[in-house]
């Protein structure tokens, strides 16, 4: 089939474009939930994600077989993930078990598996996420040792003091109100702080000085008026490092759990 | 699955023709089906070799091709593929009206006049529609004269032009009062008064600001001048900043000056072109 040698061969876009041909040909010989789960899977290559979810809607779950079913909620629930609704991923991993409880000799069960631990992480659900990585090693460890090792490495991410600490933008920003420069040292941003402190405290003291020695423009203008800046600056600045850190630290905290379970099940994370 | 595969692997080589006329173009019907799905990529990819003498087929195609890239804003080569659809087509007047809106928004007003004047709209009311674009692009072009001659001739009793003409009306009595902001009066302004020029040029609290600063700096210059001498560390210091704050201030007006200029034709621009779209789109759809 000339969609599925071009899909083969890795162009997806033209593979998407035989495989709508072959649903508007189609006189009802082929079964188009499978046309449209391939053209999906095009889209899915091609990172139109939300495109991808869009052809997936269009299958029947209730006439489908019900191993195109689970394909199909597999895809919704990876889709939902990489298109960054970790939420809506969740729910359809959820709905995927409920379509019947993945065994290790599913080739579902490392990517499923795998995205709920990655999309539970990103909801912040530590407890559930680390129950859910300890049952995965101990579902497919190829013997005890292996089993002890990896599960001693996911309790050890999984410590609180491992744990992606969710940092507030408001109390980031409420800190730097206070004394400039504790909202960057609140976001792990210590040298940041200093400078900030250094730089608000010298304005602040040279406006103060001058108006003292009765430079009242200068106090003003040059002291005061420049530390307004900085000072309010270092809050606006605070808010956003607050939000960029998250993500930071949470895409940081993923990959460690990906490394894991790639030693666990290498190929897993790519099976998504 | 095998048998899925099998099956499908069948039908499609079975298919594949059928995707194809005797030129080698993809079957209309199914560009046609393309289009309908907004999936304007695809129909560019299988259009991307399109040929073979007019034809009806080819009419639909070029028409096909031409609406995708109109769809997906590459006006140009839209333009050239919607002048390619003959006469003969019912999807030839629909083409040059596109055609012209495409090449008026890019500012290539020739060109879409020549399309227009060509073109035998037919009926009473796609002549109107002619008229109305012909205004438009006279609009764009600043000849008022011809705007106000082709506005005289239209029949505004159709709702589709009725109240966009009303509204290029309004667009014409405001260009045509008014004044261009003069970037060197901006910079005279604000050398005698900083954030003058910037005021005049429409930007009022970038004006007052840049008032409040220059002054500042300059009294802060002034204070240390009088209390500790014109050699003093902090005058010079001080002096430098205000200095630097003031011949911004002039520069900056002078750019302000052209920068509002600048926003006030490419808002009355994009107006005319609104304009010129809304009945281009309620009277073919």
């Known amino acids: 089939m000339v969609a599925d040698s071009l899909f083969a061969a890795g162009n997806f876009f033209e593979a998407s474009v035989y495989y709508e041909a072959a649903l508007f040909y189609n006189a009802g010989t082929l079964p188009e939930d499978e046309l449209n789960l391939k053209k999906a899977y095009c889209y899915k290559f091609l990172e139109r994600y939300q495109e991808c979810l869009t052809q997936l809607d269009q299958i029947n779950l209730v006439s489908v077989p019900d191993s195109v079913r689970r394909s199909v909620v597999y895809e919704q629930a990876v889709c939902n993930y990489l298109a960054g609704d970790a939420q809506r991923a969740l729910m359809k991993v959820l709905q995927f078990k409920q379509l019947g409880a993945p065994s290790a000799e599913d080739p579902f069960f490392a990517g499923i598996k795998t995205l709920e631990i990655l999309a539970l992480n990103e909801t912040r659900q530590w407890e559930q996420a680390e129950r859910c990585a300890v049952a995965f090693v101990a579902e497919i460890a190829e013997n005890e040792e292996v089993k002890a090792n990896l599960t001693g490495r996911v309790e050890k991410l999984f410590q609180k003091k491992n744990l992606p600490k969710e940092l507030k933008s408001e109390k980031a920003k409420d800190l730097s109100r206070f004394v400039p420069g504790l909202g960057q040292f609140y976001c792990g941003r210590v040298k940041e702080g200093l400078v900030s402190l250094v730089v608000n405290a010298s304005f602040l003291y040279f406006g103060l000085h001058q108006l003292y020695y009765k430079y009242y423009f200068t106090g003003y203008m040059a002291g005061l008026g420049i530390f307004h800046k900085t000072y309010f600056g270092g809050m606006h600045r605070c808010e956003i490092l607050a939000q960029t850190e998250n993500e930071r630290t949470l895409k940081s905290f993923n990959a460690s759990c990906l490394a894991i379970l790639e030693d666990l099940y290498p190929g897993g994370g790519e099976t998504l | ?285």
């Open chain 2, 1 to 285: 699955m095998q048998l899925f595969l099998k099956k499908a692997t069948i039908l499609f080589y079975l298919f594949l023709p059928l995707l194809l006329d005797a030129q080698n173009n993809p079957d209309p019907l199914f560009i046609q089906h393309l289009v309908g799905k907004k999936m304007y990529s695809e129909v560019i990819f299988l259009l991307e070799d399109l040929e073979g003498a007019s034809s009806a087929q080819t009419d639909s195609l070029h028409y096909f091709k031409g609406w995708s890239l109109y769809s997906l804003k590459s006006l140009g080569p839209s333009a050239d593929q919607l002048l390619r659809v003959s006469p003969a087509s019912p999807f030839y007047v629909k083409s040059r009206f596109f055609a012209a809106y495409n090449q008026t928004h890019l500012g290539n007003y020739l060109p879409a006049k020549e399309i227009l004047l060509r073109l035998n709209a037919g009926d009473r009311e796609a002549e109107n529609l002619r008229l109305f674009q012909l205004a438009g692009i006279s609009l764009l072009e600043k000849n008022y004269v011809a705007f106000e001659n082709l506005a005289g001739r239209l029949d505004t009793s159709h709702y589709v032009l009725h109240d966009e003409l009303l509204t290029l009306n309004s667009c014409a009595n405001r260009l045509k009062s008014h004044r261009q902001k003069s970037p060197a009066v901006a910079g005279v302004f604000s050398a005698l008064v900083p954030g003058a020029g910037k005021i005049y040029a429409g930007k009022t609290a970038q004006g007052i600001s840049t008032l409040i600063t220059v002054v500042g700096f300059g009294l802060v210059t002034l204070e240390n001048w009088k209390k500790n001498g014109p050699e003093n560390f902090k005058t010079i210091l001080f002096g430098s900043v205000f200095t630097t704050f003031y011949i911004g201030n002039i520069y900056g007006s002078v750019y302000a000056a052209r920068i509002s200029e600048n926003e006030f034709q490419h808002e009355y621009q994009n107006r005319i072109l609104f304009n010129l779209h809304i009945p281009l789109r309620n009277f073919f759809n």
